[in-house]
T-cell receptor
């Protein structure tokens, strides 16, 4: 089964609003990453947060990580129509946690639609 | 700097045919991955490699084989294609964890249809 699960599966907002997506995972991790995919294209890395970090910022992106709850959230502030895409969380599992070293596994994604 | 290149971009196969998908990266990355993406399923890991000459199974390895004879190339083979293998296949690569950066870089995908 897949390591990460994003919530919600789909999100529709107006331009200028904030978008929040959540990710839950099952086993201990070394780090958690968020990726973006425009329709029909390859994935693009957005941000990486390590297991000993709680919050990270990059431009309009804010990621939080709660290892006790095995969850993460991605906040996109002041959204734009160009932010319309699918967003995926991915985890790198901690060696010895039941997963193999450095295996990068993805969730099913959240489809974000930003309406002009 | 091309990054990660997948060949071919599109392919239609008949059931039972075989084919090889090629992934090439020019970033000297140790790690390489093959994923398949199906509607509503996200990306599922097929096989991966942590270095030249090594491969490991992912979440959905059945029906696929892989080889990593050269560090820059990761090949995905379908020996006898089935309609259930119709999907979009993505290759990715990354540095090893010891480099302190496991960000993955993706190719543009191969759209495979098995009829």
């Amino acid at each position: 089964s897949q390591q990460g699960e994003e919530d919600p599966q789909a999100l529709s907002i107006q331009e200028g609003e904030n978008a929040t997506m959540n990710c839950s995972y099952k086993t201990s991790i070394n780090n958690l990453q968020w990726y973006r995919q425009n329709s029909g294209r390859g994935l693009v890395h957005l941000i990486l947060i390590r297991s000993n970090e709680r919050e990270k910022h990059s431009g309009r992106l804010r990621v939080t990580l709660d290892t006790s709850k095995k969850s993460s959230s991605l906040l996109i502030t002041a959204s734009r129509a160009a932010d319309t895409a699918s967003y995926f969380c991915a985890t790198v599992q901690t060696p010895g946690s039941g997963g193999s070293n450095y295996k990068l596994t993805f969730g099913k994604g959240t489809l974000l639609t930003v309406n002009p | 700097n091309a990054g990660v290149t997948q060949t071919p971009k599109f392919r239609v196969l008949k059931t039972g045919q075989s084919m090889t998908l090629l992934c090439a990266q020019d970033m000297n990355h140790e790690y390489m991955y093959w994923y398949r993406q199906d509607p509503g399923m996200g990306l599922r890991l097929i096989h991966y490699s942590v270095g030249e000459g090594t491969t490991a199974k992912g979440e959905v390895p059945d029906g696929y084989n892989v080889s990593r004879l050269k560090k820059q190339n990761f090949l995905l083979g379908l020996e006898s294609a089935a309609p259930s293998q119709t999907s979009v296949y993505f290759c990715a690569s990354s540095y090893s964890r010891s480099r302190g950066n496991t960000e993955a870089f993706f190719g543009q995908g191969t759209r495979l249809t098995v009829v």
